[in-house]
């Protein structure tokens, strides 16, 4: 394999002449450059990537640190990332980098400090655990370049995309009060998770604004327990059908509880909202004409092995959180005293059958 001193022997200049035409530096005449490109072309010469990096201090990689890479959901927020870097970097050089943790705070440090050191130009965090807080409070402790999506760290400057969760869970609690629903449920998510806080306060909002009670006993915490092909503790919940499960067991408990059941049901996850549907149907309740039901995420039924139809939900904006997010990190890798920036999305109302006006 031939090197930069071939090179410079074949051109007959120098290595340091060499060296500062690939690293694209000035002092080059034209006459060398063509000597250079011309020993390059005839022996076959590929400049050593690593060492190259070292000199410019630049890899042209972005990482990206999620959670579960496999989660049908992610495929969005990865194609909005893939075009966004493809529209905004332009001289077309970036290579992104995908990291999975499986929600595990240990393995989201190990990639992180592997990423940071000399691997990549930024860093994409995404997701909302609480447990991530402590390592992104470090991170911005440093001028490495990095930028967060769906997670808003109190007291920490750093770049951040996030979605409204509490906006958007008002939308969808106000959409059934408006359908005449008095006696309206919660089923919370994984409460590990942010996102799950601010769509819960949405909809405590949304009651207290139209002067509706809320009841402590309308407030559902299903238990998220894991797979049993996923023994480990390594799950972020969202992968496999942990929550459609934990929004079935919850059901079922409402149900065999004997109770009076909610007229509606907001899910901060249309993945609980699946299995509560199924317990529903198995126990003759019918939806919407007995109990209405609104969503938020916008997922697909048949990516969690559910029969039943979309439902209606607040569709997240998850390709232009990619999008928007990787447009700004390259912006920030390229001038690093740009201000911080907190850009907020909205989650968009998608009605479909599954929730109905109330019947007097």
Request: proline share 4%; glycine share 8%; net charge negative.
């Amino acid at each position: 394999m031939a090197t930069i001193k071939d090179v410079a022997e074949r051109a007959g200049l120098s290595t340091t002449l060499v060296s500062r035409f690939l690293n694209g530096r000035t002092g080059v005449s034209p006459d060398s450059k063509v000597k250079i490109q011309l020993a390059i072309k005839e022996l076959n010469y590929r400049p050593n990537g690593i060492a190259r990096s070292l000199v410019l201090q630049k890899t042209h990689s972005i990482g990206i640190v999620l959670d579960n890479i496999g989660a049908p959901f992610v495929a969005r927020l990865i194609s909005g990332l893939e075009q966004g870097a493809e529209d905004f970097d332009k001289e077309n050089e970036y290579n992104l980098l995908f990291c999975s943790s499986k929600g595990n705070l240990q393995k989201k440090k190990r990639h992180i400090n592997y990423l940071t050191q000399g691997r990549v130009d930024g860093i994409i965090i995404y997701g909302s655990l609480t447990t991530d807080d402590t390592l992104i409070r470090e991170l911005s402790d440093s001028t490495f370049p990095f930028l967060l999506i769906e997670n808003d760290v109190d007291n920490v400057d750093v770049d951040k995309v996030i979605i409204d969760n509490v906006e958007g869970a008002y939308q969808a609690t106000e959409l059934l009060i408006k359908q005449g629903h008095r006696r309206i449920a919660h089923m919370a998510g994984n409460m590990n998770l942010k996102i799950t806080l601010e769509r819960m306060n949405g909809y405590i909002l949304a009651l207290q604004d139209n002067q509706i009670p809320v009841q402590s006993d309308l407030i559902l915490y299903p238990t998220f327990e894991l797979a049993e092909e996923q023994p480990s503790q390594e799950s972020n919940f969202r992968s496999g059908r942990a929550y459609y499960d934990a929004g079935y067991r919850e059901m079922k408990k409402l149900i065999d509880g004997g109770g009076e059941m909610p007229e509606a049901i907001f899910f901060a996850s249309d993945i609980s909202a699946f299995g509560a549907i199924q317990a529903m149907e198995e126990a003759g309740i019918r939806v919407p004409e007995d109990v209405s039901v609104v969503g938020f995420d916008d997922e697909t039924p048949s990516d969690y092995n559910s029969g039943c139809k979309p439902i209606t939900t607040m569709r997240q904006p998850l390709y232009n959180l990619g999008y928007t997010g990787i447009k700004r990190l390259i912006a920030i890798i390229n001038d690093p005293e740009l201000p911080k920036e907190k850009v907020v999305l909205k989650a968009k109302l998608i009605v479909r059958d599954s929730c109905q006006a109330r019947l007097r």
